[in-house]
T-cell receptor, first 115, second 110 residues
């Protein structure tokens, strides 16, 4: 059973297109995240949602719009794709709140290539 | 200055060696410290987790946190070729965001 799953695994698209990445977790966690990992392996948070509410919104272009239909799902929609958006995008989840360990579990990643 | 600094390596050692991976951080309010292992083309997986200062051991892995010097370490004993991966340290302050180091690429040579 995959704890945190993402689709698609690979995405190749042209500049200017709009694309979406989907994430689902079956861990019962209440918080989900999107991270971007660049070519130098630097992992940086983009967004986090707690119980469908946006908690963290880092300095990310507004072409990126996350959506959480329920606490088990977090999607990422990207408008007008640019070359610099090429990266691996990871979804993660954790259980927050009093007594929580805050351990984050990551999905397998979506490798986005913009040509 | 990045909040969490980590030497990206690469680091290459022979099988059986003791490996020492290190990070420094600047935010004295960080309380939670984690090490993630990331194999090529996979997602990071949580390896070790510690709260505040001290040591934690799990099999061949030992995590150390020294809050006085803002230093985080991971030791791998009897290293195996299967330990070859990128190791990422990460820290956070309470419920705040998790901040990652750049990751150190480690290769264990048979």
């Amino acid at each position: 059973d995959t704890a945190v799953s993402q689709t698609p695994k690979y995405l190749v698209t042209q500049m200017g297109n709009d694309k979406s990445i989907k994430c689902e977790q079956n861990l019962g966690h209440d918080t989900m995240y999107w991270y971007k990992q660049d070519s130098k392996k630097f992992l940086k948070i983009m967004f986090s949602y707690n119980n469908k509410e946006l908690i963290i919104n880092e300095t990310v272009p507004n072409r990126f719009s996350p959506k959480s239909p329920d606490k088990a799902h977090l999607n990422l929609h990207i408008n007008s794709l640019e070359l610099g958006d090429s990266a691996v995008y990871f979804c993660a989840s954790s259980q927050e709140g009093a007594g929580a360990s805050y351990e984050q579990y990551f999905g397998p990643g979506t490798r986005l290539t913009v040509t | 200055q990045k909040e969490v600094e980590q030497d990206p390596g690469p680091l290459s050692v022979p099988e059986g060696a003791i490996v020492s991976l290190n990070c420094t951080y600047s935010n004295s309010a960080f309380q939670y410290f984690m090490w993630y292992r990331q194999y090529s083309r996979k997602g990071p997986e949580l390896l070790m987790y510690t709260y505040s200062s001290g040591n934690k051991e799990d099999g061949r892995f030992t995590a150390q946190v020294d809050k006085s010097s803002k230093y985080i370490s991971l030791f791998i004993r009897d290293s195996q070729p299967s330990d070859s991966a990128t190791y990422l340290c990460a820290s956070r302050e309470g419920a705040q965001k998790l901040v990652f180091g750049q990751g150190t690429r480690l290769t264990i040579n048979p």
